[in-house]
């Protein structure tokens, strides 16, 4: 067996999402917002899925982590249907999603507390992975005392802390200014690129297709009214990437032709 072969065939399925449809059900009439999702993620990548704002990425990534369910379809996580919250993955929210009245260290600590861990375990982790985001020093500081990207990085800690095989990011820069989210992307990709996450695998929701090229390995196309996945490209681009390279933006192209 040569390298390459080796490589393709120690690639396992981390997730697989079988013919997902999800429906709400609004004043008599039933609003489809996914609509036959399939996709496969395995171990080792880095997914973006792109696409209009209300195309039902929010709703898809919460159906990953069990937030939510399909109306139809299943999703599997390593061949067993998800069906509460799956302890294997985490979520980094848009809006950084913090309890205001709950220092950093407290927010970090949360979700460990809430899956039941020792206490000397979770110290253990808060303190790590504070001190990878950049966050020491601000162990006591609440959250109104921090600005967004800096809020961001308590997102980040929270979910990593949880050392989620699958880490599910919801339009994670979306909210901060252009400087502070081209920085945590970049320390974000540092981490990958080193195998310093305790991750397998990342999806990230965007509205940014150069954001998605930026980051992954393969950008997921989808288009809205119903939800659904229109095609996907390959990013086989070295890292650190430039966006003005010819070669970069030869793929916002294609996106672009996918989408219109
Ligand atoms: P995106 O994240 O792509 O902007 P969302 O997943 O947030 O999209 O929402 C997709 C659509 O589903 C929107 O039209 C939204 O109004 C609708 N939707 C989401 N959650 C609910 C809900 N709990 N009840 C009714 N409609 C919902
Ligand atoms: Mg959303």
């Given at each position: 067996?040569?390298?390459?072969?080796?490589?393709?065939?120690?690639?396992?399925?981390?997730?697989?999402?079988?013919?997902?449809?999800?429906?709400?059900?609004?004043?008599?009439?039933?609003?489809?917002?996914?609509?036959?999702?399939?996709?496969?993620?395995?171990?080792?990548?880095?997914?973006?899925?792109?696409?209009?704002?209300?195309?039902?990425?929010?709703?898809?990534?919460?159906?990953?982590?069990?937030?939510?369910?399909?109306?139809?379809?299943?999703?599997?996580?390593?061949?067993?249907?998800?069906?509460g919250v799956n302890p294997k993955t985490a979520l980094v929210f848009q809006n950084f999603a913090l309890i205001p009245w709950l220092t950093v260290w407290?927010?970090?600590?949360?979700?460990?507390?809430?899956?039941?861990?020792?206490?000397?375990?979770?110290?253990?982790?808060?303190?790590?992975?504070?001190?990878?985001?950049?966050?020491?020093?601000?162990?006591?500081?609440?959250?109104?005392?921090?600005?967004?990207?800096?809020?961001?990085?308590?997102?980040?800690?929270?979910?990593?802390a949880l050392e989620p095989e699958l880490l599910c990011m919801d339009e994670p820069f979306s909210s901060l200014d252009p400087l502070t989210s081209q920085?945590?992307?970049?320390?974000?990709?540092?981490?990958?690129?080193?195998?310093?996450?305790?991750?397998?695998?990342?999806?990230?929701?965007?509205?940014?297709?150069?954001?998605?090229?930026?980051?992954?390995?393969?950008?997921?196309?989808?288009?809205?009214?119903?939800?659904?996945?229109?095609?996907?490209?390959?990013?086989?681009?070295?890292?650190?990437?430039?966006?003005?390279?010819?070669?970069?933006?030869?793929?916002?192209?294609?996106?672009?032709?996918?989408?219109?």
């Amino acid at each position: 067996m040569n390298s390459q072969q080796e490589s393709i065939n120690s690639k396992r399925k981390i997730l697989e999402v079988r013919n997902v449809y999800r429906t709400y059900h609004h004043e008599d009439t039933n609003i489809v917002v996914l609509e036959d999702i399939s996709l496969d993620i395995y171990e080792g990548e880095f997914t973006s899925l792109v696409g209009p704002s209300g195309c039902g990425k929010s709703t898809f990534l919460r159906m990953i982590v069990g937030l939510d369910r399909p109306t139809r379809g299943e999703i599997l996580y390593r061949g067993e249907e998800v069906k509460g919250v799956n302890p294997k993955t985490a979520l980094v929210f848009q809006n950084f999603a913090l309890i205001p009245w709950l220092t950093v260290w407290q927010n970090v600590e949360l979700g460990l507390e809430a899956r039941g861990m020792k206490k000397e375990e979770r110290e253990r982790r808060v303190r790590y992975w504070i001190d990878k985001v950049g966050l020491d020093g601000y162990e006591n500081a609440y959250p109104r005392e921090l600005s967004g990207g800096m809020k961001q990085r308590v997102g980040f800690a929270r979910a990593l802390a949880l050392e989620p095989e699958l880490l599910c990011m919801d339009e994670p820069f979306s909210s901060l200014d252009p400087l502070t989210s081209q920085n945590l992307r970049e320390e974000l990709l540092r981490l990958w690129g080193n195998k310093e996450l305790p991750t397998l695998s990342i999806i990230m929701v965007t509205h940014s297709i150069e954001e998605a090229i930026f980051m992954s390995d393969r950008v997921v196309a989808m288009s809205t009214h119903p939800g659904r996945i229109i095609g996907e490209i390959k990013v086989n681009l070295p890292r650190p990437r430039n966006p003005r390279d010819e070669e970069f933006q030869e793929i916002v192209d294609k996106v672009y032709s996918l989408i219109v």
